[in-house]
């Protein structure tokens, strides 16, 4: 388990050697998303802290939000630790996507303001007003799912009702204690296919959303002189089959949530990685803007 290790305290974070991956074409971006209904292109807010530094201040917040997970020292920790690092793992499995989101969300509406204010300079306002449009609805899909994603907490004192749940028992009635065990590993059981479910179907909506948005910034900053790589397509997750998933679990009772977590801990990594070596080419193109 690690953090971002490319992350640094200023814009130079240096080159992923991703870009040629990320680099596909907005109108097959655009063809792979619904569309979203137009809204107001961004105008001036409530004075706060301006764009620039905002979208500074997330792109470097990268290495506390975007956690690494190595299932294979998760499995050797959870061994040894007896099952206990695994209720830390459920807890960052759950906020690292929680912060990941949010972070994004702040840096992707950074950029835009920051674009919407170096168009302004240059007369390109009413030019690039449609990708300015579409771009704030995308926003707008990015921050309706951020409402969806609950607090870890929650969730990890649910998991733990369950786990004392499980290790409830009645001494005097062997046959009670042993129904209430029973019920206890269902429910722990239900709630990480639960979660695990949840987790999936945000990193799938997630991805589109801020791919879209990705897209339209890619075609604002090369107007601006500044290009971006667009997003590849190919980089989208399918949805899982959740059905399946729970039905092979449970015939195998268990074993096959292993795989399952190891899947839960390595695509968001990618979608990560992906994201940095996008944001590398987004900070340099602001950088230069400024100049």
Sequence with gaps: MSDDPSSSQDWKSGDS?????IGG?????QSSRPVTAASPAPGPS??????????HTAYQRRHETDYIANFWSALGWGILTVGFFYLY??????????DHNARRLDLLDAAN???WEVAGERGLQEELGPHFERTAGDLESLRFLGTRLKDPVIWFVIYMAAFWFTSARVTPAPLVSGSLAGVGILWGMIVVLFVYCGLDGELVKHDLA????EAELATIYTRLGEPLPQPDPARMKDRDNYLA??????????IY?????YNIMNEPNRHFEINWAWEDSLAHAAQALQQ
């Design 210 to 213: 801020e791919g879209g948005v």
């Design 46 to 55: 409530v004075p706060t802290v301006p764009p620039i530094e905002r979208l």
């Design 257 to 261: 949530t292993f795989w399952w977590t």
């Design 245 to 254: 998933r729970i039905i092979v679990s449970i015939v195998t009772v268990g």
């Design 17 to 21: 050697g991703m870009d040629d991956g």
């Design 113 to 115: 303001a920051y674009a």
């Design 25 to 29: 074409g907005a109108s097959s971006w």
């Design 89 to 98: 793992m459920y807890f960052q499995l759950i906020r690292r996507m929680r």
